[in-house]
């Protein structure tokens, strides 16, 4: 089973409790009734930003998260514990309101999690790297630039692109640039042709 489970941000700052526990590694509740196993798409109502997996549900008093930002009334609820699978706070293609996408919250039907889980991965899919240790490294700076919260700068740092929508932030030793995903690609491949020589000059030597 799948489900996409909406969170209001008035009562729970879910976007900054999922790179919180992306980062730490650690389970979290939310208030929910899934079995174990499930798949569970979070999202807030402005779109979807996290993969998860129902680890199990227990009825209880709510668990204690700094997250919070309401109090508790003490009284027992159901709460589904939660593990994260993958975190991406700019996902291009479900960065939308779930109502123009169509979409239900609760439990979805096969279809439109195929939909949802290919949408889901594409956004994550790097044609450009050529090892493992490349793709750890990339998976790592992807999640730091993904869900780097300062808002982008104006325009993009190499050309005039300056809708607020295609920004996005790169991130170099010296620091995070706004860039548009164009010349994102292209700096990605510029950084690994670079790696490529430097490594084919090593064994000639
Ligand atoms: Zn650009
Ligand atoms: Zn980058």
């Not at 208030?31 to 549900?57: M, Q, R, S, Y």
């Not at 439990?107 to 949802?116: P, V």
Request: hydrophobic share 35%.
């Amino acid at each position: 089973m799948c489900h996409v489970l909406v969170v209001d941000e008035a009562s729970f700052s879910i976007r900054k409790a999922v790179v919180h526990y992306y980062e730490t590694k650690e389970p979290f509740y939310l208030p929910g009734d899934l079995t174990e196993g499930e798949e569970v798409f979070l999202a807030t109502k402005e779109g979807i930003f996290a993969f998860a997996e129902a680890l199990f549900t227990e009825y209880t008093t709510r668990p204690e998260d700094p997250f919070w930002r309401i109090e508790s009334d003490g009284s027992e609820a159901s709460y589904v514990c939660l593990d994260l699978i993958s975190v991406d706070l700019r996902h291009p293609l479900l960065g939308r309101p779930l109502e123009q996408l169509g979409m239900p919250s609760g439990s979805i039907d096969g279809k439109t999690r195929m939909k949802l889980l290919e949408s889901w991965q594409f956004g994550y899919f790097e044609a450009d790297v050529q090892t493992l240790d490349q793709a750890k490294q990339r998976r790592t700076e992807r999640f730091n630039e993904r869900n780097h919260l300062e808002p982008v700068a104006r325009q993009c740092a190499f050309c005039n692109e300056a809708r607020q929508s295609l920004l996005e932030w790169h991130v170099t030793p010296d620091g995070y640039q706004t860039v548009c995903p164009t010349c994102h690609r292209w700096l990605h491949q510029q950084m690994h042709q670079a790696v490529d020589t430097a490594a084919a000059t090593e064994e000639h030597d």
